[in-house]
């Protein structure tokens, strides 16, 4: 068995051979918080759809109110930026800067106390 066998029979991804991956993506635990959070807001009926978009810069999920609007809130991972500001940025509807930082958990914070309040009514 070669070591690009036993590489892939462990679950990891190996690039092709001369290429480097040409985009950015969400790891598993991120993605689940992420989602965790999208179902706790569609079960309080703030959004019913969400996109994602993943490129060589940075990886996007938005979350809409209505498919046709605008998103109601997008979340950002950029690594570029991890050694400054932090790559995670939540955007709110009209584009302005909710939260920057260097962990997810912190960043969605306003969006989890945004839930507590729509629970709350």
Not at 56 to 74: G, I, S, V
């Amino acid at each position: 068995m070669s070591a690009r066998d036993s590489a892939t029979s462990n679950g990891q991804i190996v690039a092709f051979p001369g290429r480097v991956p040409g985009q950015v993506g969400f790891e598993r635990a991120e993605l689940t918080r992420i989602l965790d959070l999208y179902g706790r807001m569609v079960a309080a009926g703030e959004w019913r759809d969400y996109a994602m978009d993943f490129d060589k810069n940075a990886a996007t999920f938005a979350a809409f109110r209505r498919t046709a609007e605008r998103p109601q809130a997008r979340l950002e991972k950029r690594p570029a930026l991890r050694a400054k500001q932090g790559m995670w940025t939540l955007f709110g509807e009209h584009g302005q800067v909710l939260k920057r930082g260097h962990d997810l958990a912190n960043v969605l914070a306003p969006m989890e106390r945004r839930l507590l309040r729509a629970v709350d009514d």
